[in-house]
């Protein structure tokens, strides 16, 4: 059996996670894929996220944090940092909550994400990914004004609100009489990961999470390895610009290392392949970081012939010109 | 109350069909959307039908009909003609059967249906749209080779399969305690709207259903609005290529004629701007025929505002290169 002791956030924080955002996130499905079926001689299941509200998960963490903060602490607003889908969810959970919130966000992260940051009411502040440390920017404006700043994974009502993916993927499982083999889901910081298997494990003892990167940037994959934090040693990019964080969270990895079986990766072009056939077979529009499970499962890293597998894609914030480009490829 | 005496297809029947197909067809969810209701000041709700087996509704009602073909008469193998979902229905549905399928498709249909339709094992014919007769060349085939022609829409059990997507909203909605105002779907022959009509307004007697076709292409309301089957007077083409039947089915228009309120349209710039923001806002792959009742809602064509609005969205197979061109426009 697992052995949850001790872990920072549980099932029923998850539970409590999913009563809160009940009235306002999107129950997203659990969808079945001939297609993918036949490619990979499994049984797939897709955990479809770009469905949420903001277009990722991200709003389930964002709304479950936002909606903790005391009344008293409210009106000093909020402040993120955050490459994109972070920034919406947090904007778009201020904005339903009637918060003021402020993203600093780097300059290149794409134009879809800032602009729909904006278009939620928030603040954008941009900062150069290279020369200038977003914590330091962030911390100052919470100091400044008051604001309650909003870590994009490390902090367990963050977690418990991810977890509410994995607590509908079991729920969804269970009502079909069905146990997963493997549960795969993207991590960056292993928010999603750590609460997707907190209520994933906490139904379904004997099922395997994986957290998947890409190929480089595979610090989750690493520090499960070592048994320890462990940070990447990419040293440029990747298509997947959700998934850019150096090392696994404390908090997170606290969860992950004992819960999870392993990390798996997929290199930009599998990436890419894989957000093409999404595209073509399961008509959806999935990011690159968000298709990396996926990418991960087509390229033969799970051993999934004849087993049952999830797989969450976990955003659809990609900007027309690079999904018309990998589309078209 | 709604008069459905006499009708050619019935609620029964159409539960009928939701047995036959409960084994290998997808249950598509019915999606809410923050983004469209903020944007049309409705409650709307999205079925997306790309997300069905094939890739579009199309696929139910061509398997409840192969169902329904004796046992011996299936070594005939069938025939069909189509511009290209009804033709990938049926392939795929021939294929789950067993049985040998030949589509008759117009030589300017989207490469991708050409090739996801020779893909489910089928043979395919090609004709010239301008000079020849697919009804004739299916015909022929079917005489040859002893095959039984599956029509794409005039036909009961065609339409109570199809009939199957109006009773998974209906099903949906009474669980979320929610009446329909308005039920969109679009219309090429007819046969979804005349199925989705039949199982919704069984259950919910108020609802107003609505066929939704191209601006040109609108022979569904020319002929609702005089009572009598009416051809369209469009010469040219449409980017909605799944929808451009010249006059509504006999048996689907007697159904439509007693249980539609009208017929709505959109031009083909309003449907390319459909399209794209299905890109942007619900992440889903949607082909611009599978837009165009969304289209005629946010024209404005669909007194939406304060009341609940069902959208059909009714299939994903668009080749890349036309969706990259409207995603970017």
């Known amino acids: 059996m697992t052995d949850f002791t001790g872990l920072p956030v549980t099932a029923a924080d998850i539970d409590a996670a999913a009563t809160v955002l009940a009235p306002v996130a999107v129950r997203t499905p659990l969808l079945s894929s001939p297609a993918l079926d036949a490619v990979t001689g499994a049984r797939v299941f897709i955990k479809p996220e770009m469905l949420q509200r903001t277009g990722s998960f991200k709003f389930r963490g964002a709304f479950n944090k936002l909606s903790s903060i ?41 134009l879809s994400k800032r602009e729909r940051t904006k ?6 502040v941009l900062y150069d990914r290279d020369r200038e440390d977003r914590e330091a920017i962030a911390r100052d404006i919470a100091t400044k004004r008051g604001a309650t700043l909003v870590p994009p994974y490390d902090d367990p009502k963050i977690i418990a609100g991810q977890g509410t993916v994995g607590r509908e993927i079991a729920e969804d499982l269970a009502a079909l009489g069905i146990a997963p083999d493997f549960v795969a889901a993207p991590a960056s910081g292993g928010g999603l990961i750590a609460g997707t298997a907190t209520a994933v494990k906490a139904r379904f003892p004997h099922a395997q999470l994986l957290s998947a990167e890409p190929e480089a940037f595979d610090d989750h994959a690493r520090s499960l390895a070592a048994g320890r934090r462990e940070p990447h040693s990419a040293s440029g990019r990747t298509i997947c610009d959700a998934l850019m964080a150096s090392i696994p969270g404390e908090i997170t990895f606290a969860i992950n290392q004992r819960l999870l079986s392993r990390g798996v990766t997929a290199s930009d072009a599998e990436v890419g392949a894989a957000v093409a056939l999404v595209f073509r077979e399961l008509k959806l529009v999935v990011e690159p970081g968000g298709a990396v499970a996926l990418a991960a499962l087509l390229a033969g890293r799970i051993e999934a012939r004849g087993k049952t597998v999830v797989i969450v894609l976990s955003g659809g914030n990609v900007d027309a010109d690079l999904f018309a480009e990998l589309i078209q490829a």
Chains 1, 2 share one sequence.
């Open 70 to 110: 005391p009344q008293a602490a409210r009106t000093g607003g909020v402040v993120a940092f955050s490459s994109g889908n972070h920034a919406q969810g947090v904007a778009a959970a201020a904005q339903l909550l009637n918060m003021q919130a402020t993203i600093v966000m780097p300059a290149d992260a794409p």
């Open 119 to 124: 278009g939620y009411g928030a603040e954008v």
